[in-house]
């Protein structure tokens, strides 16, 4: 029952905002439900390290340990997001009514993505994905301008195009194991069944899927939607789309690998890691070219996704550690980047690279922030995300795929070097007259703040809990 409490929690806080005049509330009440979820979340994260699982409801809902580090950091980004509206949308002064429905969108938006991580049957799963989209829409588009409502067109397209593409994917699978006289319709049941399904269906359940979440998890060449998207939507929108939204819908395709590699034919580690060295690839060389800081985290996005695919081929249990590792440390250091960029966003009145210069001299928070998270998210020592980078090349090594470790630290180092003289620039260049536009709200000084500590905690120290989690879910991935 306490996973239903858990996710559900804040959909009171969505119906709050059905209320008139209830936008003076939202804010509070909001962040007030949304930190009970991350305090339920971090109790069910203790439960299932000691127990190994968190059942609800059987064979729908429960999470293990995969599962519930996932939850773990949707829980973690959410509720730093919620806090950090509380002065963000203030300072924005949109209208009541917008208000309203930013509030009430961003909380059915966390619980639909706290859905994916506790529902293990793959149309459920199939629907809680679609639900982020439609929920996040209007996030997307909340500036209400010609640039704001484009990128928000372009991700509703692209993404529910995916969706179509995707749920054939789900019903071919279904139709593979129930002509095998299969079992339960859930991750587990499809890896026992899978010997006995038709190699043909499977191969075509995985092309339609691969390529249907691929457009949502933002997989080249189908992330054309995430920069616009991530450049137009409020930073704390972006900070829960970017660092984990799509790392739940590669979550779902994971789940699904034991399916798939249970019949050679489908050859899905060989397409993992194509899809991954790919966007690995295309991330990198486009971080070089861009101009704008949000979407320079946006390509980010792809790299990281890329990066995780590529672990996920590995199918070695030091491969799986890796990805789990990356799929949290992603999600705590891209939210702080996002966090930074809409800190700058409020003091200089804009993202665009060429416009800023000596920030750490005019906002000396805001540019610590943003040269912290970047080093974190491109993979300097000794932040979490350098750790979690390299085991995934050694898993790789180790596991006699040389060529993935070599992608992998070639291109993390040109995107390092892209990244870093873009972000060095803007917070140590030299100062220029361009003036501040105002200064940080509290509750986004405190976030920003607090976002800092386990983006540099984990990468000097990780708590005995959580490293039991890393490797139950790395077990749970290698032989579900």
Not at 87 to 97: D, S
Not at 185 to 197: I, K, P, Q, S
Not at 219 to 224: A, D, E, Q, V
Not at 319 to 339: D, E, N, R, Y
């Amino acid at each position: 029952m306490i996973l239903f409490v858990a996710v559900l929690l804040p959909v009171l806080a969505g119906l709050w905002c059905a209320f008139p005049r209830s936008e003076r509330g939202a804010p509070v009440v909001t962040a007030s439900f949304v930190a009970a979820s991350f305090l339920l979340t971090i109790w069910i994260a203790a439960r299932t390290a000691a127990t190994g699982q968190v059942v609800a409801v059987g064979d729908w809902v429960q999470v293990d340990a995969f599962a519930v580090v996932l939850m773990l950091a949707i829980a973690t980004v959410s509720f730093g997001a919620a806090v950090y509206s509380t002065g963000y949308i203030a300072l924005l002064n949109p209208p009541p009514q917008r208000v309203r429905l930013y509030y009430a969108n961003f909380s059915l938006f966390i619980v639909s993505m706290l859905a994916i991580s506790v529902c293990v049957e793959p149309g459920l799963a199939w629907i809680a994905v679609e639900l982020t989209t439609l929920l996040s829409v209007l996030l997307v588009s909340f500036a209400d301008t010609a640039e704001a409502l484009e990128a928000a067109w372009k991700y509703m397209v692209i993404t529910l195009l995916g969706a179509t593409v995707a749920v054939l994917g789900v019903l071919v699978l279904f139709w593979a194991q129930h002509a095998a006289g299969g079992t339960t319709f859930t991750y587990a049941g499809l890896a026992a069944d899978a010997h006995r399904m038709n190699p043909v269906l499977v191969s075509a359940a995985f092309a339609l899927l691969l390529i249907g979440f691929g457009a949502k998890i933002g997989l080249f060449p189908m992330h054309t939607w995430l920069p616009d998207a991530h450049s137009q939507a409020p930073a704390p929108v972006c900070a829960i789309l970017s660092g984990v939204e799509t790392s739940a819908v590669l979550y779902v395709l994971i789940r699904l690998a034991a399916t798939f590699r249970a019949i050679p034919a489908v050859h899905a580690d060989l397409w993992f890691a194509i899809f991954g060295a790919a966007s690995l690839v295309a991330a990198a060389l486009l971080i070089v070219q861009t101009h704008d800081l949000k979407r320079l985290f946006a390509f980010s996005t792809v790299e990281h996704m890329g990066i995780m695919l590529l672990a996920a081929s590995i199918t070695t249990a030091a491969g799986g550690i890796g990805l789990v590792w990356q799929m949290l440390t992603h999600a705590l250091a891209k939210s702080l980047c996002f966090f930074a960029a809409g800190g700058v966003a409020l003091v200089a009145g804009t993202t665009e690279i060429a416009k800023l210069r000596g920030l750490q001299a005019r906002a000396p928070l805001v540019g610590t922030m943003l040269l912290i998270g970047a080093l974190a998210i491109a993979g300097a020592p000794p932040f979490a995300v350098f750790l979690s980078e390299l085991a995934i090349a050694l898993a790789a090594v180790y596991a006699g795929h040389v060529w993935i470790a070599v992608v992998l630290l070639l291109f993390v180092g040109i995107a390092f070097a892209g990244m870093m003289g873009k972000v060095t620039s803007v917070v140590l260049g030299r100062e220029d007259t361009h003036r501040e536009i105002g200064h940080l709200p509290p509750s986004t000084a405190v976030v920003l703040l607090s976002a800092a500590v386990p983006v540099l905690v984990l990468g000097l120290w990780i708590p005995g809990g959580l490293a039991h989690l890393f490797s139950m879910a790395a077990t749970e991935m290698v032989a579900p």
